[in-house]
């Protein structure tokens, strides 16, 4: 099903948690034939726009995390490590998390053995300095496609335990799809292109935005947005559309 409901309407429809962790298995599994890359970026049939998409994005929004040596990093939902390779190098430490466990084995098998990288099989829901096992908080944390598949009451809890691991100086980038015109939940939806059931929640952008600053509270200001595609011809959706948000905590207490 595909549901359209007017932006902060209360009564929009839920999405079933343990249906989006079974689609995310399911894409590890299909990763071993098709590739990281597609699997990931939903491109199953179409592997030129996953690596056109994959490049696109790392040359626009790497640069705005403004990352330096000492740099520690952390990386919500990094699915099969696909931002790793580009971070590592650049940082002192990169931590990726996912709660698919068979996509972070796919990520530990192509850059665990950098020194500097860690990966934890955790939800976002659950994330704290403890059970990260982290000592410091870190001052770069990306999240990229995460959101869509939590409800809002988890996508605020995700931002508060996102804000728990900041460090007191600390910058966010956020990549989300959101919905042109009214809030899109897809529910119990076969995708023809993908071969699988999915589920999702777009949100508007006002309506992400809203939750994002009432979540992260004023310590957060969101300095930039934009779209991740500058040719929209890559986007090839007519409902939703790639959008970034770049956040900054600036040593507030």
């Not at 640069?63 to 520690?72: A, G, I, Q, V």
């Not at 496609?145 to 931002?159: C, H, R």
């Amino acid at each position: 099903m595909r549901i359209k409901t007017p932006s902060g309407d209360q009564g929009a429809p839920q999405i079933d948690p343990a249906a989006v962790e079974h689609f995310f298995c399911k894409r590890a599994e299909k990763a071993k034939t098709i590739g990281s890359l597609r699997a990931v970026l939903y491109q199953d049939k179409h592997p030129d726009l996953a690596e056109r998409r994959d490049a696109a994005e790392k040359a626009l929004l790497l640069p705005k995390l403004e990352l330096h040596e000492d740099s520690r990093v952390l990386d919500i939902g990094c699915g099969t490590g696909r931002w790793t390779g580009v971070l590592s190098p650049k940082v002192a430490w990169y931590h990726g998390t996912d709660f698919a466990g068979g996509l972070i084995d796919l990520a530990r098998a192509e850059y665990g053995t950098i020194p500097n990288v860690r990966y934890s099989v955790l939800p976002c829901l659950s994330i704290s300095l403890d059970t990260l096992g982290e000592p410091y908080g870190f001052d770069k944390i990306v999240m990229l496609g995460v959101l869509i598949y939590l409800n809002d009451e988890a996508v605020f809890t995700t931002l508060r335990r996102t804000f728990s691991v900041a460090a007191l100086e600390c910058r966010l980038l956020i990549r989300e799809p959101v919905a042109i015109g009214d809030r899109l939940t897809i529910k119990g939806h076969f995708s023809d292109d993908l071969e699988q059931e999915y589920n999702a929640i777009y949100r508007t952008e006002d309506e992400l935005l809203f939750i994002l600053l009432e979540a992260l509270g004023p310590d957060f200001r969101l300095i930039d947005k934009g779209y991740v595609y500058e040719n929209h011809d890559m986007n090839n959706r007519t409902d939703t559309i790639q959008k970034w948000f770049l956040l900054d905590r600036q040593g507030s207490i």
